[in-house]
């Protein structure tokens, strides 16, 4: 079986540059979510999904992120304008349900701003 | 603070050798805990469930001290696939995960 799937797995962009991260969750997973991991913040929650519906972007760190998912196959991050400070990775994962379900991390996009 | 902390290691220790790690929550009402782990550059993967007082899945023991707020890890015969960053994580109150930044193990030959 096919493990959460994203792309791209490395992106180096300019500050200012849009920047969109793709994510294909397990098939038959209803939750899906979106982690960013740094050195200085560790791995934080910025957003989740349940049906395709976003039900908690409190981690979202300012305007400038949106997520969407336009279908249970499919969600997007996007960045724009990206900064330096975006620089992180961008993990991906998804559930079956909630609570204690276990979530599966898809091997995460490494972003570079210049 | 932190909701998670954890010493950052890293952790040296031969193979065939006892090694534990601690980690400390702030939020008392917290009910479920869990240690993922995560090779490096690759993505986290759960390691064990900690719902009561602990559990133990071969040479992992995991236990929970909840009048001291603190999760432990402990890995018994540590083999050198056994490296990796460990990282603590909290379920709060509305079933969403808080990962600490992860302890970092290195088992030497």
């Known amino acids: 079986d096919a493990g959460v799937i994203q792309s791209p797995r490395h992106e180096v962009t300019e500050m200012g540059q849009e920047v969109t991260l793709r994510c294909k969750p397990i098939?038959?997973?209803?939750?899906l979510f979106w982690y960013r991991q740094t050195m200085m913040r560790g791995l934080e929650l910025l957003i989740y999904?349940?049906?395709?519906?976003?039900?908690?972007d409190s981690g979202m760190p300012e305007d400038r992120f949106s997520a969407k998912m336009p279908n249970a196959s499919f969600s997007t991050l996007k960045i724009q304008p990206s900064e330096p400070r975006d620089s992180a990775v961008y993990f991906c994962a998804s559930s079956e349900g909630w609570g204690y379900n276990e979530q599966f991390f898809g091997p995460g996009t490494r972003l570079t701003v210049l | 603070r932190k909701e998670v902390e954890q010493d950052p290691g890293p952790f040296n220790v031969p193979e065939g050798a006892t090694v534990a790690f601690n980690c400390t929550y702030s939020n008392s009402a917290s009910q479920s805990f869990f240690w993922y782990r995560q090779d490096c550059r690759k993505e986290p993967k759960l390691l064990m469930s900690?719902?009561?007082s602990g559990n133990e899945d071969g040479r992992f023991t995991a236990q929970l001290n909840r009048a001291s707020q603190y999760i432990s890890l402990l890995i018994r015969d540590s083999k050198l696939s056994d490296s990796a960053t460990y990282l603590c994580?909290?379920?709060?109150?509305?079933?969403?995960?808080?990962f600490g930044s992860g302890t970092r193990l290195l088992v030497r030959p």
């Open positions: 900690v719902y009561s």
């Open positions: 999904f349940n049906n395709n519906v976003p039900i908690d």
């Open positions: 098939s038959g997973h209803d939750y």
């Open positions: 994580v909290r379920m709060d109150s509305s079933y969403k995960l808080i």
